[in-house]
T-cell receptor, first 114, second 111 residues
Framework: DTEVTQTPKHLVMGMTNKKSLKCEQH?????MYWYKQKAKKPPELMFV???????INESVPSRFSPECPNSSLLNLHLHALQPEDSALYLC?????????????FGQGTRLTVV | GIQVEQSPPDLILQEGANSTLRCNFS?????LQWFHQNPWGQLINLFY???GTKQNGRLSATTVATERYSLLYISSSQTTDSGVYFC?????????????FGTGTRLAVRP
């Protein structure tokens, strides 16, 4: 099983709303990631969690707040977003936090901020 | 940071044709993966290939790490091969866990 599951698949939210994106994997992977992808662009890394600890934050605005409650779950809490934050948000996981490991991606959440 | 360039940026093929996609990277890497992004946004793993050659059905990939490039070969293309192909690398100099994506090749296969 190489499945990473993201919910919801689509989300429309207002600029004053608070919402959360969820990601789950049951492959025993200990590294989990959030990527953001704008239309016709490659995915860009936002956050990395390694062994449930935040290891990389690519200078992401504080209106995006990641959380890793356990080794299988990753959340992205959203608050006071702007229309330019509309994008495809992708979650990924890999076997360990070490190098030389293959990453697997979820189907993504397509977010629209109105 | 590491730069990852893919060529060509766009490619149109007739069904049944063969093609080669290229990924150039600016520094040494520990990890290189090829993905196919389908029209719904899903990134599908094609190859994990930091070096050497691998084949999977109509697809094969070769990475020459010393010369900092990788090639993805698609033979007998089908309409279902349409989408965007990305290579992604992990820089040897990075602190780890960071996959940097290439610019992508958008492929359209016509019936």
């Amino acid at each position: 099983d190489t499945e990473v599951t993201q919910t919801p698949k689509h989300l429309v939210m207002g600029m004053t709303n608070k919402k959360s994106l969820k990601c789950e994997q049951h492959m025993g992977h200990r590294a989990m990631y959030w990527y953001k992808q704008k239309a016709k662009k490659p995915p860009e890394l936002m956050f990395v969690y390694s062994y449930e600890k935040l290891s990389i934050n690519e200078s992401v605005p504080s209106r995006f707040s990641p959380e890793c409650p356990n080794s299988s779950l990753l959340n992205l809490h959203l608050h006071a977003l702007q229309p330019e934050d509309s994008a495809l948000y992708l979650c990924a996981s890999s076997r360990t936090g070490a190098l030389n490991t293959e990453a697997f991606f979820g189907q993504g959440t397509r977010l629209t901020v109105v | 940071g590491i730069q990852v360039e893919q060529s060509p940026p766009d490619l149109i093929l007739q069904e049944g044709a063969n093609s080669t996609l290229r990924c150039n990277f600016s520094d040494s890497v520990n990890n290189l993966q090829w993905f196919h992004q389908n029209p719904w946004g899903q990134l599908i793993n094609l190859f994990y290939i930091p070096s050497g050659t691998k084949q999977n059905g109509r697809l094969s990939a070769t990475t020459v790490a010393t010369e900092r490039y990788s090639l993805l070969y698609i033979s007998s293309s089908q309409t279902t091969d349409s989408g965007v192909y990305f290579c992604a690398v992990e820089d040897q100099k990075s602190s780890g866990d960071k996959l940097t994506f290439g610019t992508g090749t958008r492929l359209a296969v016509r019936p």
